[in-house]
């Protein structure tokens, strides 16, 4: 795993950031790159127990009031050029499902959060409370590429930015071939006219309350009295007042029984939150799976595309790993500088383990590995596998962390494999 390190400039990111100014004579960067790995395992990691761990792995002795004097923004910048180089860095073969032929990558862009302590709320923004007392937290915004299984994307900010003023992030990595797939949060009309102007594909559900035009005559077009009489519908249309963007719109009549799980889950959502307010039309609307694209007929069936936008729940496993084997949530309670460093050194570490150990799950399909597996037998071995580098791991991984055989359900790969 630390192999894979190798291949980054620590000493020209080093300097870059300012994190060193000559070459170091007490810290060596890679014996450091270790020790923020290894604290995976160590979410309450003081500098006492920091600085003995670098120490075991360098030649020379560090204090913690060393340690800590190099704990500032310098040390962030550094670890954010290197998740950055990672990032560019490592990619793997590509899923070959039949499913994906027309698009070069498959980007599911997604956001998590975690809660911080209130006395961190002037610097990381949450939302208040019933008692009207401000909290913290901060959000991760990730671009993750299916097809390779890679990370392209990490971004760190306050949970007051909402995930339509980062919709347009996507267009820094997007090339002509992508498609993206993302919730209804980064549904921006604009962004999507940016993504088909650049030749990329995008695909989303529709919003309630949006307006549709006939494209030849732009006519109004009333949606819930289009999809009455219907159980399937695959036809184009023009979306928005403004933007009057060509899209395909593909709806899909659900089961009763799954049409009523849906609206019962909306009056949970709206008693919870009173900011909600859904209406009679918006309830009828849940009747049906409603798809937006500029993905054409020829390239995916309308079924295929309800299926590639199942694909992007994937992205949400991968944040569960994170949450429960890699205590992400546990971070400190005063220092904003410190919270954003071992937030960056858990995702430089999660990165590197999702490109060291999930190897090609598509051409192991009977043997697919479980993100949620590799996540835990990770964190409980993470020290071992770091001091025994030449041992054959992944036969340990291919063994402990495989999706469990059931016929009848089978795993994601599986499904992507068969599409």
Not at 91 to 116: G, I, K, N, Y
Not at 245 to 258: D, N, S, T, W
Not at 266 to 275: K, L, P, Q, V, Y
Not at 399 to 413: A, E, K, L, T
Request: with cysteine; aromatic share 10%.
């Amino acid at each position: 795993m630390l192999q894979r390190l190798s291949v980054l400039p620590l000493q020209n990111l080093a300097k870059t950031s300012g994190f060193v100014l000559r070459r170091p004579r007490k810290i060596s960067l890679e014996a450091f790159l270790q020790s923020i790995l290894l604290s995976l395992c160590q979410p309450g990691l003081s500098f006492r127990s920091w600085a003995a761990l670098l120490s075991a792995l360098q030649s020379n002795l560090l204090s913690k009031q060393a340690l800590h004097k190099r704990c500032d923004s310098r040390l962030r910048a550094f670890l954010q050029l290197c998740l950055a180089s990672l990032l560019g860095t490592f990619m793997r073969r590509s899923c070959p499902s039949q499913l994906w032929e027309h698009f070069d990558r498959v980007l599911l862009q997604d956001s998590t959060s975690l809660a911080l302590h209130p006395r961190l709320a002037s610097s990381f923004a949450g939302c208040g409370n019933q008692c009207r007392s401000k909290l913290a937290s901060v959000k991760i915004q990730a671009i993750f590429e299916l097809r390779s299984q890679s990370w392209l994307h990490f971004q760190l900010g306050a949970l007051t930015d909402n995930d339509q003023k980062a919709s347009p992030l996507i267009l820094s990595y997007l090339r002509a071939g992508d498609l993206v797939i993302r919730d209804l949060g980064y549904l921006v009309l604009k962004v999507w006219r940016h993504i088909a102007q650049q030749g990329a594909y995008f695909l989303s559900r529709c919003r309630s309350d949006f307006a549709f035009f006939d494209p030849q005559s732009h006519q109004p077009i009333d949606l819930l009295e289009l999809l009455q009489d219907h159980c399937q519908i695959d036809i184009a249309l023009l979306v928005g007042v403004q933007e009057q963007l060509p899209v395909r719109l593909v709806a899909l009549r659900l089961p009763a029984k799954l049409a009523a799980q849906r609206r019962r889950r909306a009056r949970a959502n709206a008693r919870r939150d009173s900011s909600l307010r859904p209406t009679k039309r918006y309830f009828k609307l849940l009747d049906w799976t409603i798809l937006l694209t500029n993905v054409t007929a020829q390239q995916l069936s309308a079924q295929q595309l309800v299926e590639a936008y199942s694909c992007r729940w994937q992205i949400e496993v991968l944040f569960k790993s994170w949450k429960s084997h890699f205590q992400l949530g546990k971070l400190p309670a005063a220092n904003p500088i410190w919270v954003q460093i071992q937030l960056l050194a858990k995702l430089l570490a999660v990165a590197l383990l999702q490109n060291c150990f999930a190897p090609n799950a598509f051409s192991l399909v009977s043997q697919a590995l479980s993100p949620l597996k590799i996540a835990d037998y990770l964190s409980r071995l993470l020290p071992l596998i770091s001091a025994s580098p030449h041992q054959n791991w992944l036969q340990h991984f291919l063994y402990f962390c495989r999706y469990d055989s059931h016929p009848d359900q089978p795993n994601f790969f599986q499904k992507l494999a068969a599409l």
